[in-house]
């Protein structure tokens, strides 16, 4: 394939238009709402206006990695509070609270994605994996202050502020405008990032000054299908950055998506091989669960496309589920239950399948109880945590749960044709494998053919 942007020069940093936050002299802790920083935390005495005064502090010296871990650092405590008791995991780290947060659907998606990016800022400041610009510390800052409007104003359970800021003082006045602006489209659409990286000089964009901006675009658009448009992001962005964890994970499930969608071991392979070297790195971390969780879908495509070696493809599959879900505590819902139903389809003894189904299932038994707890009436879970927990309920041979399960969710979620034939198809092998195919139709109702 031959990239739309071979003909583009990338112009060195030092060549383009600096990227600085607007000078101000007035400490933060003076322009932010009353509200906001007298907000503290007893059981840990964190007390945010410390943690501005501070970030203020080494901001102004330019220590930019400092910069960083303040900004994480201050959205991990609160986040830490936010989730209070119905946190399942008092010692998760940013990565595990962001997803207890985005799964009980506290945080919109494209607020989770910034959180995504921010945590990635923060983990190769603190493990030295690149060199650090000041315009890194101005995307942590943007999406710290992204982070507290929700907290103080749009959270449910939030103290609903007016505003973040003291009175006749804008949020953005605080930020650099057009960063700001293409970090807020990179979480929504990435469309406008998308045409920044498309008009006459590529290579200049600001949006190639982080490698923040680039991934959470290209991972909006990937969420839209829209795999050429982030295909021509992540090619410009990794010529920039091309040791970047998180891009590297995206060119990956990019060609993971067009392997699939073409029936293409080509691109399988393709995808495979960005994966690969990422699962060596050796962190466990909520980025590394991702690679995991790549790769292993990489394999049990290439089992169906490449059936000559389907079983040593189906055999890598489960060992790299298996492994993921380790390295995430276990409670990676998605990993583990790939992992137990690989197991079955391996033909492995079924306590192996049965002591995963049994943890997810729990596990998502709570998170429905916690929803429920959280605001009073009836929440139900995502499309996908719904079906993990029907298939959890399958491998336990819990016929009748596993299928009120499965028909709730295919029938709330009745647009979603493509994640139900993926869910039918999965569900089917499972029976067959347990040579328990006739419970088919009972299990899945009208669905049981929507596989083709």
């Given at each position: 394939?031959?990239?739309?942007?071979?003909?583009?020069?990338l112009?060195?940093?030092?060549s383009?238009p600096a990227?600085?936050?607007?000078?101000?002299t007035?400490?933060?802790?003076?322009?932010f709402?009353?509200?906001?920083?007298?907000?503290r935390i007893?059981?840990?005495?964190?007390?945010?206006a410390?943690?501005l005064?501070?970030?203020?502090?080494?901001?102004a010296?330019?220590?930019i990695?400092a910069?960083?871990?303040?900004?994480?650092?201050?959205?991990?405590?609160?986040?830490?509070?936010?989730?209070g008791?119905?946190?399942?995991?008092?010692?998760?780290?940013?990565?595990?609270?962001?997803?207890?947060?985005f799964?009980?659907?506290?945080?919109?998606?494209?607020?989770?994605r910034?959180?995504?990016?921010?945590?990635?800022?923060?983990?190769?400041?603190?493990?030295?994996?690149?060199?650090?610009?000041?315009?890194?510390?101005?995307?942590?800052?943007?999406?710290?202050?992204?982070?507290?409007?929700?907290s103080?104003?749009?959270?449910?359970y939030?103290?609903?502020?007016a505003?973040i800021?003291?009175?006749?003082?804008?949020?953005?006045?605080?930020?650099?405008?057009?960063?700001?602006?293409l970090?807020?489209?990179?979480?929504?659409?990435?469309e406008?990032?998308?045409?920044?990286?498309?008009?006459?000089?590529?290579g200049?964009s600001p949006?190639?000054?982080?490698?923040?901006?680039?991934a959470?675009?290209?991972?909006?658009?990937?969420?839209?299908?829209?795999?050429e448009?982030?295909?021509?992001?992540?090619?410009?962005a990794?010529?920039?950055?091309?040791?970047?964890?998180?891009?590297?994970?995206?060119?990956?499930l990019?060609?993971s998506?067009?392997?699939?969608?073409?029936?293409?071991?080509?691109?399988?392979?393709?995808?495979r091989?960005?994966?690969?070297?990422?699962?060596?790195?050796?962190?466990?971390?909520a980025?590394?669960?991702?690679?995991?969780g790549?790769?292993?879908?990489?394999?049990?495509?290439?089992?169906?496309?490449?059936?000559?070696?389907a079983a040593?493809?189906?055999r890598?599959?489960?060992?790299t589920?298996?492994?993921?879900?380790?390295?995430?505590?276990?409670?990676?819902g998605?990993?583990?239950?790939?992992?137990a139903?690989?197991?079955?389809?391996?033909?492995?003894p079924?306590?192996?399948?049965?002591?995963?189904?049994?943890?997810i299932?729990?596990?998502?038994?709570?998170?429905?109880?916690?929803?429920?707890?959280s605001?009073?009436?009836e929440?139900?879970?995502?499309?996908?945590?719904?079906?993990?927990?029907?298939?959890?309920?399958?491998?336990?041979s819990?016929?009748g749960?596993?299928?009120?399960?499965?028909?709730?969710?295919?029938a709330?979620f009745a647009?979603r044709?493509?994640?139900i034939?993926?869910?039918?198809?999965?569900?089917?092998?499972?029976?067959d494998?347990?040579?328990r195919?006739?419970?088919?139709?009972?299990?899945?109702?009208r669905?049981a053919?929507?596989?083709g």
């Amino acid at each position: 394939m031959t990239s739309t942007t071979d003909a583009v020069t990338l112009h060195p940093p030092e060549s383009r238009p600096a990227m600085v936050a607007p000078a101000t002299t007035t400490p933060l802790v003076e322009l932010f709402s009353p509200g906001v920083v007298a907000y503290r935390i007893a059981e840990s005495e964190f007390a945010l206006a410390d943690d501005l005064a501070r970030f203020d502090h080494v901001r102004a010296v330019g220590a930019i990695e400092a910069a960083i871990l303040y900004c994480t650092r201050i959205v991990e405590a609160m986040a830490r509070a936010a989730l209070g008791p119905t946190n399942p995991d008092a010692n998760a780290e940013l990565g595990g609270l962001l997803r207890e947060l985005f799964e009980t659907r506290q945080i919109p998606s494209s607020l989770n994605r910034l959180l995504a990016q921010l945590r990635t800022l923060g983990n190769d400041a603190r493990h030295a994996n690149r060199s650090m610009s000041s315009v890194d510390a101005d995307a942590a800052f943007i999406i710290l202050v992204r982070w507290l409007h929700w907290s103080f104003c749009e959270a449910v359970y939030g103290p609903r502020l007016a505003s973040i800021m003291v009175p006749n003082q804008p949020a953005d006045a605080l930020l650099p405008r057009e960063l700001a602006r293409l970090v807020d489209d990179s979480a929504a659409t990435g469309e406008a990032v998308l045409a920044s990286l498309t008009g006459p000089d590529p290579g200049a964009s600001p949006a190639l000054l982080t490698p923040v901006i680039p991934a959470a675009a290209a991972e909006a658009l990937l969420a839209r299908d829209r795999w050429e448009a982030a295909h021509t992001i992540l090619d410009l962005a990794l010529r920039r950055f091309p040791r970047d964890l998180r891009l590297r994970q995206l060119i990956g499930l990019y060609w993971s998506r067009r392997g699939q969608s073409e029936e293409s071991v080509e691109h399988l392979h393709r995808a495979r091989k960005e994966l690969e070297p990422l699962r060596l790195r050796g962190r466990a971390s909520a980025a590394d669960e991702e690679t995991f969780g790549i790769l292993a879908g990489v394999y049990k495509r290439l089992a169906e496309l490449d059936p000559t070696n389907a079983a040593d493809w189906l055999r890598q599959c489960q060992f790299t589920y298996r492994e993921g879900w380790e390295q995430s505590r276990r409670t990676n819902g998605y990993l583990g239950i790939n992992a137990a139903t690989m197991a079955v389809l391996l033909g492995q003894p079924m306590e192996v399948a049965e002591e995963i189904a049994g943890l997810i299932r729990d596990r998502l038994s709570n998170l429905q109880d916690r929803l429920r707890a959280s605001s009073g009436v009836e929440r139900p879970l995502t499309y996908w945590d719904q079906v993990t927990w029907a298939e959890a309920e399958l491998l336990l041979s819990n016929w009748g749960h596993a299928g009120e399960l499965y028909r709730d969710a295919f029938a709330r979620f009745a647009t979603r044709t493509r994640d139900i034939a993926e869910t039918v198809r999965q569900a089917r092998r499972v029976l067959d494998r347990l040579s328990r195919r006739e419970l088919a139709a009972g299990v899945l109702g009208r669905w049981a053919d929507a596989a083709g």
